[in-house]
Nanobody, 121 residues
Framework: VQLQASGGGLVQPGGSLRLSCAAA????????MGWYRQAPGKQRELVAA???????NYADTVKGRFTISRDNAKNTVYLQMNSLKPEDTANYYC????????????????WGQGTLVTVSS
């Protein structure tokens, strides 16, 4: 199983970006999915998460600006980022808890490779 993230880049303050992360491989189901970020010299932090049923939660620093969503048919999670600020600059990582076809089936934690978001004028 692999998670492939895309959509990062350079954007001016106040701009928008949309990140995508698709799961590929052999698995039964995807449970929680989320986005984390890590800025230089800082610890990785949760940005937003979404359950398989669509319930969401957000870090206080992004509430009202970022929206997480998922397309279960495409095994993909998205992060729409609006009103971006310089302090949003970081590597963004997607995460998913995926049930794989072992016997018995077991849930594992998977990470994408990271996509860099730079907010600067």
């Amino acid at each position: 199983v692999q998670l492939q993230a895309s959509g990062g880049g350079l954007v001016q303050p106040g701009g928008s970006l949309r990140l995508s992360c698709a799961a590929a491989g052999s698995f039964f189901s995807i449970n929680d999915m989320g986005w984390y970020r890590q800025a230089p010299g800082k610890q990785r932090e949760l940005v937003a998460a979404i359950t398989s049923g669509g319930s969401t939660n957000y870090a206080d620093t992004v509430k009202g600006r970022f929206t997480i969503s998922r397309d279960n048919a495409k095994n993909t999670v998205y992060l729409q980022m609006n009103s971006l600020k310089p302090e949003d600059t970081a590597n963004y990582y997607c995460n998913a808890r995926i049930v794989v076809p072992t016997f018995p089936p077991k849930e594992y934690d998977y990470w994408g490779q990271g996509t860099l978001v730079t907010v600067s004028s």
